[in-house]
């Protein structure tokens, strides 16, 4: 079971980002999908989050309105769409995958110890 985070980069304020999560081993449908940040200094943090069964979706109140979670089945991803970036958004990014089960409603895809399997991380930079 391994989670791959991609598509992170250096964009000016105000631009936008794809950054994508493609599982090998595994299909995503069976699982609920987390994306995380952490920047430089500070704990990570609860960005976006999609459940298993029903795909209803969760975001932090600092990116409601301009990040999308989604869920492709055929790729096999989980993307994350983000519009309107600011500085503040600068971090690491980590997608993150539950145990089927251990995530069974949205409120709880917030907590961290609700997942089981981590991708690597792909570095956001929004700069001028």
């Known amino acids: 079971v391994q989670l791959q985070a991609s598509g992170g980069g250096i964009v000016q304020p105000g631009g936008s980002l794809r950054l994508s999560c493609a599982a090998s081993?595994?299909?995503?449908?069976?699982?609920?999908i987390g994306w995380f940040r952490q920047a430089p200094g500070k704990e990570r943090e609860f960005v976006a989050g999609i459940t298993r069964k029903d795909g209803v979706t969760a975001y932090a109140n600092s990116v409601k309105g301009r990040f999308t979670i989604t869920k492709d089945s055929a790729e096999n991803t989980v993307t994350l769409q983000m519009n309107s970036l600011k500085a503040e958004d600068t971090a690491v990014y980590y997608c993150?995958?539950?145990?089927?089960?251990?995530?069974?409603?949205?409120?709880?895809?917030?907590?961290?110890?609700?997942?089981?399997?981590w991708g690597q991380g792909t570095q956001v930079t929004v700069s001028s």
């Open positions: 081993g595994f299909t995503l449908d069976y699982y609920a």
């Open positions: 993150a995958a539950d145990q089927p089960g251990r995530i069974t409603i949205i409120q709880q895809v917030y907590h961290m110890d609700r997942y089981d399997y």
